[in-house]
């Protein structure tokens, strides 16, 4: 059997071997044993019919045993050959790569007393017919505000295989963004020719066609792409940081990107793998920094085989997480029109959504899982209208005895609590009556966790154009609050949006 088959089957083995150990985890019964083990053996089936699993990279170009700190590819351009300097791997692609900052960085600090919240990587190239890398970061800034830059770390990687024009387009960008350069929230960085297996730089053959089913051209450009994020994401699985966001560098970003992205990890009930803040492509995939040196490794593993928006869900798929968690309305939107490969490509983002309104009471609102019996239009999920990011909740068709629920995490004191309904203060789509309900933990979990009371005690029923405004909720409440519930008093003529629902905590506890 060639070596290449016998890979192929151990790799196939071992995934498999790992994952049902995690289906038939003892926190897992029998019925998502079932789910998980049968998505699992479709993923795994799928990916082999388009020979995904194959080849190793050859160990020649990046072997650990030849790392040296001298090696002179600094400036020069000069590929060392079968060799990458820029890595310091145990028995690559199998060990964990660990980039060498010091010619990785091209402008930048890393400040390594900072622990970021997250790591944004942006891939770039240099574009025939445009330029979009500006306006991207300018529009990331943009959208954050002072308090939010020490939890930011965007990392531009500057991809171009000729060192002038990496210079060039690193001068122009360095001075363009010195200000954020110089406090930390930008870094630019740069990759050595020889981090790229020499099957892809000099072996014609391995960029032909293979399992992309698209031309040499267009084949080698993928290759290259997932070469390039293998690399980003390795340099940026050493940054201290909690989580890494994987952009390109032509997206327009919603304001308030970052509470989104805080309020939407926030709301997830299950672990995770990946979260998705973009429907497209490797855009706003969001994964723990843990992971992605992991991840880096595998793309590099995998280049020849499948794009890295393929990667990306194979992996999701063998870390059992079939489905995409996207967060709608999207927080990213792709705008390039000139891809890198010299072609038009001019495709949308049908989630992406600009709310300009910004909340109008800003409360504490701690983490929550936010659910709803009321129909959903179109985007606008309940969680919407709880997150500190803008949005807001539109409910369908609402009948009496429907129900919006928020339960927390962990239980709270609070002192006041706001349900805001309509659009702008107008009378549209509001809400005239309901009553708003409270209750602690029940003292027994149901399937593993704590879960509402059954008995909830009424805060108020009264709403004000649409507003119901409970102020001193600590005195009457003595017990900590784990569930708020509003419940719809009568049918509704018209439709609903609860614009924002705002919760104050107690300091005196």
């Not at 082999?48 to 990279?57: L, N």
């Not at 160990?59 to 000069?78: F, L, N, T, V």
């Amino acid at each position: 059997m060639e070596t290449g088959n016998i890979l192929k089957v151990v790799v196939i083995a071992a995934l498999f071997l790992l994952n049902v150990f995690l289906i038939f985890d003892s926190n897992t019964n029998g019925s998502q044993c079932s789910h998980k083990k049968q998505a699992l053996m479709s993923a795994l089936r799928a990916f082999q019919e388009k020979s995904v699993i194959a080849r190793p990279p050859e160990k020649s170009s990046i072997a650990g045993d030849e790392y040296e700190e001298d090696d002179d590819i600094y400036g020069s351009g000069q590929t060392a050959p079968d060799r990458c300097s820029s890595l310091k791997p145990l028995g690559c692609p199998y060990g964990k790569f660990k980039v060498k900052k010091k010619y990785a960085l091209m402008y930048g600090h890393i400040l390594e007393k900072r622990k970021a919240f997250i790591t944004i990587g942006i891939p770039t190239i240099k574009r025939i017919k445009a330029n979009y890398i500006e306006a991207t970061i300018t529009k990331l800034i943009r959208h954050l505000t002072p308090d939010d830059y020490p939890e930011v770390v965007i990392v531009v990687f500057l991809a171009d295989f000729d060192p002038e024009i990496r210079s060039e387009r690193a001068e122009s960008l360095s001075h363009t963004f010195s200000k954020y350069i110089e406090m930390g929230l930008l870094q630019i960085i740069q990759s050595p020719r020889s981090f790229y297996p020499n099957a892809f730089l000099y072996n014609s053959k391995e960029n032909e066609g293979g399992s992309f089913n698209k031309s040499k051209k267009l084949t080698r450009w993928h290759q290259k792409q997932s070469l390039d994020y293998s690399y980003l994401m390795a340099y940026c699985s050493h940054l201290s940081a909690k989580y890494y966001l994987q952009l390109d560098d032509d997206v327009d970003t919603a304001p308030h990107y970052l509470a989104a992205i805080k309020d939407f990890i926030n709301q997830q009930a299950r672990s995770w793998v990946s979260l998705d803040f973009c429907e497209l492509g490797s855009i706003g995939k969001l994964y723990l920094v843990s992971e992605i040196n992991l991840i880096a490794k595998f793309a590099y593993f995998m280049y020849r085989e499948q794009p890295i928006d393929a990667l990306f869900r194979f992996y999701n798929s063998i870390n059992m997480q079939i489905e995409s968690r996207l967060r709608t309305p999207s927080v990213f939107q792709h705008v390039g029109y000139y891809s890198s490969n010299n072609k038009t490509q001019d495709v949308k983002d049908k989630y992406f959504e600009i709310i300009e309104t910004e909340r109008e009471y800003r409360g504490d609102n701690p983490p929550a899982i936010v659910t709803s019996t009321m129909k959903v239009f179109k985007q606008h999920t309940p969680e919407l209208c709880y997150g500190k990011s803008p949005g807001y909740f539109w409910a369908a068709n609402p009948q009496k005895g429907d129900t919006l629920l928020i339960k927390f995490h962990v239980e709270h004191r609070i002192k006041r609590l706001v349900v805001a309904t309509g659009m702008d203060k107008s009378k549209k789509d509001i809400l005239p009556s309901a009553e708003i309900r409270v209750s602690g933990t029940a003292a027994q979990k149901v399937n593993g966790e704590y879960v509402c009371h059954k008995n909830f005690v009424t805060v108020t029923s009264e709403f004000i154009d649409g507003v119901a405004d409970c102020n001193d909720l600590d005195r009457p409440l003595d017990f900590p609050v784990k569930c708020i519930k509003v419940i719809i008093s009568e049918n509704q003529n018209s439709w609903i949006i609860f614009r924002e629902i705002a919760v104050f905590l107690s300091r005196n506890h």
